[in-house]
């Protein structure tokens, strides 16, 4: 008693005046730190940022592209009313990175001439209903131009949202650009109208009704453009877009794409051959920049952890499974638990029955045993048919009826455009799916598929 906390663990410690200290917790933070900064190879990981908009003379091969979308949005610098677009094309092909950087650009050149320009973006993804859409838009219409929301969440109808929304723009706007981004995510509940569909008619109707000064325009971005034809009639005629395609990026492109981003690395970080090799990577399967530019990251942290000091083709293969991994587990992710079990038979089939395409009766079983697995609820073959067909819009799989043969009929088959066992591997990060045996999935697929053969 009596003695204070230090002179306690000196005399416990009994340490010889002559003894260095062992390093502080500090010390060691600080070490590692400083380590972690020689060894890393980056330099600026913020270029490897999917959301950094990039300045553009690092925006490489979308020339027409970018002619398109400034020809359309030039016109709010005469204080005229862009038309409405539709920016198509698959992931990664540069249509949010567009947007958002002509938008940017016109912003400022607009108030430079005294008009107000403003940009507000949603990104569609994550969120489900149309009543939340209008929320997020005046949450970023007033994060904007700082101004308090004056919205709750819930207990107020759609239109007092939308009369909150359009004051703030017309307050604050001459021309208001609305980003829809990923619009064809923004279903709504089924069986209704889709929730892109409403939004967009109110939103394009918004101008011309004449309640608000500030001039409407909308331009919304989508993988699927087969969201168009699920358009209402009304909202079809009132947005009438002006389309953008974004083709993918060849081998060549891409390279070119991380060729203005090495500086994200220390220089001699990059290894001989890194970049073509995620150019003929990305190039050849899907021509998406987003996953070659992920792939870099990946294997650079991959260095990273190595204590490597220099990225080598070899990082870069090993996190390509990882990086694929990811992205479906991503899209997997947002998936329903039905969406998921269903998904979760038909390429447990491919991968342990070895056979493709997969049929639906066949798929529709092992579902079936899945739910009782389980212990979960079971959806008739009609709505697991439904739900991997829409499945095929994600690029996991797609959908078609093949003919097998006299007497046999038409059946409905999925094929997949990904490796099964990436699908199984991402759906298996889901607890729930985590205690189905291996063993005994393969063997209830063999045997349903010995019943059909
Ligand atoms: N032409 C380009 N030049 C430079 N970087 C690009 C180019 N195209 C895409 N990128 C980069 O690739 C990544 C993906 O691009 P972006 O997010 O614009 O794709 P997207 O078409 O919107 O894809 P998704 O449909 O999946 O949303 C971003 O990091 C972006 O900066
Ligand atoms: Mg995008």
Known sequence: MGKNKDSMSEGEVGMDENETASPTIRDRIEQANENAGTMSVFKNPDLLDPNYVVDSDRIVGRDEQLDGVISVLREALNGSRPRNMLLFGGSGTGKSLITKAVSEEIETMCDTQDISFGMIYLQCQNVDTFDRAIFELVQNAAAKVNVDPRVPKKGISAKAKFDRLFEIIDDHYDITLFALDEIDKLRGSSGSEPAFSKLLYQLTRAGPQGNIDTKVSVAALSNDVQFMHELDG??????????????????GEIRDILNHRKDAFKSGALGEGVIPLSGALCGQNNGDARKAINLLWEAGKLADQEGDGQIEQEHLRRSETEVDINRIETVICGLSPQKKMSLFATAAVKEYGNVSPVQSTVGFNIYCWLTESLNADQLGRETYVKYLRELSDY???????????????????????????????????????????????????????????
Request: hydrophobic fraction near 35%; proline fraction near 1%.
């Open 234 to 251: 009304r909202a079809e005629s009132s947005f009438d877009p002006e389309d953008i395609h974004f083709g993918d990026y060849d081998a």
């Open 395 to 453: 690029s996991i799989l797609n959908s078609h009826r093949k003919g097998y043969g006299q007497g046999a009929g038409v059946m409905r088959v999925f094929e997949f455009d990904r490796e099964t066992e990436m699908v199984l591997e991402a759906i298996r990060r889901d607890d729930r799916f985590s205690k189905i045996s291996e063993d005994e999935l393969k063997a209830v697929v063999r045997a349903q598929l010995n019943k059909f053969e």
